[in-house]
């Protein structure tokens, strides 16, 4: 147990982690570049109000994750690590947080409270997105900041717990906007179940200092919501306030799914705890211990998933912050059932099963590529690196029957999430990067050149090479009379299907998403205008 001693083990597999997936992997189109493209126009307009893309106001995210990207810079310099970094602090810090959220939960428990943050990192849906360029594990820092200040009202009462319950309100709200609600309201809606008991102050008191919580959370908000709104115009007044939260919810604009769409896929979140057997025998210790911090738990979990699978739009990353909550109860489960019988060969068997599968499907993959047409660089791989995925995990069958087998289970998706950086992400490092056309068109930027991007592209060029400036966006269908506007310019289009003709005229085209993307001399579409046909417009990945 020494070995993986909480704290500093646990900062010491999240530095190994962080450190080779900076160093092996960039920025991956779409959503990690169209975010670090955000944030990159925020620092060259130095405007911290309204988020900006390709010149245009941003009103799909609150500004916070840019916020925090610009102060990266500012303190470590423009680099494209930055952003991922931002994410991966924000995954240390909701470490530290579910322990000590654990710790207020079940005060006399320390096993608890040294497990569960093991278990959140040990999720490999959390360990992959955690060096990801998302929202949402930033969320969940908001997410636990709230429930520590709602438990703390719970216990203790105080001013200072539910400010800092609002806290977490305005916080969210600003970090992803008011989706928070959907965390951080059932579980103090829900109290007098939850509690078992009376509130001593009354629960009117109770529901008066939730919706004076709640009124802070949007005072805080509104800091930044109402000049941003002023200075960003009425479109973007519009979409900010309403369009894309009503939007998502009633009809989405994209990933729209049915009800019961994260039913099948939470056991794969849970990898691999849903299948780890000592978890499973705990659970009657559980049962019969379930008492008001266990309810606190599923008030918080369960109307979150009902809320999110009523909604049209469903993404895997949105029930992260929601994951804690499952995750709290089984570090309790592990802990109640310790006593039970070692680990045997059939639960680590099962354990690292789905570990050993994704390594064989990846040392299959090179020989499928061309059957399937699948991305030339799938091809490129060398088998012997899925093969390598299979073998990292096989020393596990003997430390899961080892005294610490919890601690060392929540390594294994750390380890795997390492050889497959050094093993695949790093062979398709450059088809993510879109070197070839990014370099392109910088220096086409460089030059002083009219530069134009098709409005079908995905925001993955402007940050990966610095640009300058924001590109200019053309609407599809007016890309000729761009040309024509601007004969010594140059146009990005995005194509489904490129003639042998066409990839000979363009002057670089490069692969992407199934396509080809395209950088055009307009001279060329000005003379051959039926160049512009095949373009495809991929889904907006958010």
Sequence with gaps: ????????????????????????????????????????????????????????????KPPMLFWLINLGWGLLGVHDWVPRLVTAVATLADLFLLGALARRLWPQDVATARVVPWVFYGCLIVALFGTTLMFDLLMTVTVLLGLLGLVGAWQQGGWRNWALYGLGIGLGILSKGPAILLYLLPAALLAPWLMGERYAAGWGRWYRNVGLALLLGIAVALCWAIPAVIKGGDEYREMILWGQTAGRMVKSFAHARPWWWYL??????????SLWLPLWRGLPALRRAFGAAERFCLAWFLPGLLAFSAVSGKQIHYLLPLLPALLLLGGRALSLGSEARRPGWGAALLAILPFVVLGALAAAAPQLAAKYRW???????????????????????????RPAANLWLAVMPAVFLVVLHFGVLRIAAPTFELRQLSDAIAAQVEAGKPVALSAQYRDQYPFSRRMPRALQLVDEGEELAWARANPQGVLVVNHKDLSAEQRAAALVAQPFRGGDGVLWSAATLVEHPEYLGGESADQDGE
Excluded at 43 to 51: A, E, I, K, T, Y
Excluded at 264 to 273: D, K, S
Excluded at 377 to 401: D, I, N
């Design 1 to 60: 147990m020494k070995a993986l001693s909480p704290r500093p083990g646990l900062v010491l597999v999240w530095v190994l982690l962080t450190v080779v997936s900076i160093w092996l992997r960039p920025l991956i189109p779409i959503d990690e570049t169209r975010y670090a493209a955000v944030a990159w126009e925020m620092w060259l307009r130095h405007d911290w109000l309204v988020p900006y893309i390709n010149g245009a106001p941003y009103s799909h």
């Design 264 to 273: 099948p896929i939470l056991p794969i979140l849970l990898l691999p705890w």
């Design 375 to 401: 991305p030339a660089w799938v091809g490129e791989m060398s088998p012997l690196w899925g093969v390598a995925l299979s073998v990292a995990v096989l020393p596990w069958l003997l430390l899961l029957r």
